[in-house]
């Protein structure tokens, strides 16, 4: 198994770009996850699913956009791009379990100029 | 709000010697795990505790949940530069979203030969 993957790995958008951040899991989990990470502050949830069809938002949404078509698929929409977004970006995915394990994907390096 | 939070921020520590790495909060949480994380990667798990009072041993590592739900240390015996790294700590909470992790900032590590 492959795990969580993500594409790319690194990208510079300029201000007012677009971009999709690719995540992708192979685990058969119902429940996925975007987060943003930056320099000392830990992980903050952006988006979520439940499964397929099923987005809601986390504690940060603003100026992202998310779709879940398929079970094995959770692609982040960047629309207009802007320097606060810069951060890296990392996608999990999990059981619909009460002790929710979480498996990370190997994140995504996002400058915005 | 940072509902849980971890200390110290910053550890850096010889080779051999012993440190403990807290993680505190005023919510009960369900479960409680234990990341680790890499430069250019993303969190794996170590281990995941459940019961209050749980004490779980990973090899130098030993992880331990408090009585109550609401806290949980980790410490390591005798460090090796290999344990560098960032360590975080998540909870999942009682009544939250299932599956939902609350992150704490985590703890950067740096064991030094």
């Known amino acids: 198994n492959a795990g969580v993957t993500q594409t790319p790995k690194f990208r510079i958008l300029k201000i007012g770009q677009s971009m999709t951040l690719q995540c992708a899991q192979d685990?058969?989990?119902?429940?996925m996850y975007w987060y943003r990470q930056d320099p000392g502050m830990g992980l903050k949830l952006i988006y979520y699913?439940?499964?397929?069809?099923?987005?809601d938002k986390g504690e940060v949404p603003n100026g992202y956009n998310v779709s879940r078509s398929t079970t094995e698929d959770f692609p982040l929409r960047l629309e207009l791009a802007a320097p606060s977004q810069t951060s890296v970006y990392f996608c999990?995915?999990?059981?619909?379990?009460?002790?929710?394990?979480?498996?990370f994907g190997p994140g995504t390096r996002l400058t915005v100029l | 709000t940072q509902l849980l939070e971890q200390s110290p921020q910053f550890l850096s520590i010889q080779e051999g010697e012993n440190l403990t790495v807290y993680c505190n909060s005023s919510?009960?949480?369900?479960?409680l795990q234990w990341y680790r994380q890499e430069p250019g990667e993303g969190p794996v798990l170590l281990v995941t505790?459940?019961?209050?009072?749980e004490v779980k041993k990973l090899k130098r590592l030993t992880f331990q949940f408090g009585d109550a739900r609401k806290d949980s240390s980790l410490h390591i015996t005798a460090a090796q530069p290999g344990d560098t790294g960032l360590y975080l700590c998540?909870?999942?909470?009682?009544?939250?979203?299932?599956?939902?992790?609350?992150f704490g900032k985590g703890t950067k590590l740096s064991v030094k030969p």
């Open positions: 999990a995915s999990s059981y619909p379990d009460y002790v929710g394990v979480q498996f």
């Open positions: 685990m058969n989990h119902n429940y």
């Open positions: 699913s439940v499964g397929a069809g099923i987005t």
């Open positions: 919510s009960v949480f369900s479960s």
């Open positions: 505790v459940v019961t209050g009072g």
């Open positions: 998540a909870g999942a909470k009682y009544g939250g979203s299932q599956g939902n992790l609350i």
